[in-house]
């Protein structure tokens, strides 16, 4: 069965630190890999898309890596800020283009980050 | 570009009633897809329509339905609401792959 896991399901740091979230897939086939954020109260957010063939995409203070042969991706989080605190979606496609019922999301990492 | 919306942003209903719910995607795309988002479930996917055809449809009860408008909006109707049906009810459009997401109604059964 195709499934997307996150870890941790919570997380609270400190302002200015460092963090990585986790995401594991059993999706197959494998298209793209994305990266949401959601605020609370919002829709998600598209941070990052990778393809099998990327192992690293960056926008700003965010990094999320792949690694296709183990179907890990990890995002991570640099110097964090206040306004990163939001709810982090893991998101895998099966098919390029396709329809986005293909979509398979995880079920998120909510992260705090306090002053 | 306006971005996507979604219409009311909160509603609240009884068991029975029906409730309609809008979306209009950003402009140009032709493809919008409904999510339904709970705390324990995270978000699942509902419909898609693409030029007022529906494309794929998730693992909903026939009781969740929708229809997409030749100018792209899309209206999903529940009819019969259970108190499961509570959540936070998203739609996204996409010109491709990046989907954008509206922010949500978020309808309670009472």
């Known amino acids: 069965k195709n499934q997307v896991e996150q870890s941790p399901q919570s997380l609270i740091i400190l302002e200015g630190k460092n963090c990585t979230l986790q995401c594991n897939y059993t999706v197959s086939p494998f298209s793209n890999l994305r990266w949401y954020k959601q605020d609370t109260g919002r829709g998600p957010v598209s941070l990052t898309i990778m393809t099998f063939s990327e192992n690293t995409k960056s926008n700003g203070r965010y990094t999320a890596t792949l690694d296709a042969d183990t179907k890990q991706s990890s995002l991570h989080i640099t110097a964090s800020q206040l306004s990163d605190s939001a709810s982090y979606i893991c998101?895998?496609?099966?098919?390029?283009?396709?329809?986005?019922?293909?979509?398979?999301f995880g079920k998120g990492t909510k992260l705090s980050v306090k002053p | 570009k306006a971005g996507v919306t979604q219409t009311p942003r909160y509603l609240i209903k009884t068991r029975g009633q029906q409730v309609t719910l809008s979306c209009s995607p950003i402009s140009g795309h032709r493809s919008v897809s409904w999510y339904q988002q709970t705390p324990g479930q995270g978000l699942q996917f509902l419909f898609e329509?693409?030029?007022?055809?529906?494309?794929n449809k998730g693992n909903f009860p026939g009781r969740f339905s929708g229809r997409q408008f030749s100018n792209s909006r899309s209206e999903m109707n529940v009819s019969t609401l259970e108190l499961g049906d509570s959540a936070l009810y998203l739609c996204?459009?996409?010109?491709?792959?990046?989907?954008?997401f509206g922010p949500g109604t978020r309808l309670l059964v009472l």
């Open positions: 329509y693409f030029s007022e055809t529906q494309r």
């Open positions: 996204a459009s996409t010109p491709g792959e990046t989907q954008y």
């Open positions: 998101v895998v496609s099966e098919t390029y283009g396709g329809s986005q019922g293909n979509l398979i």
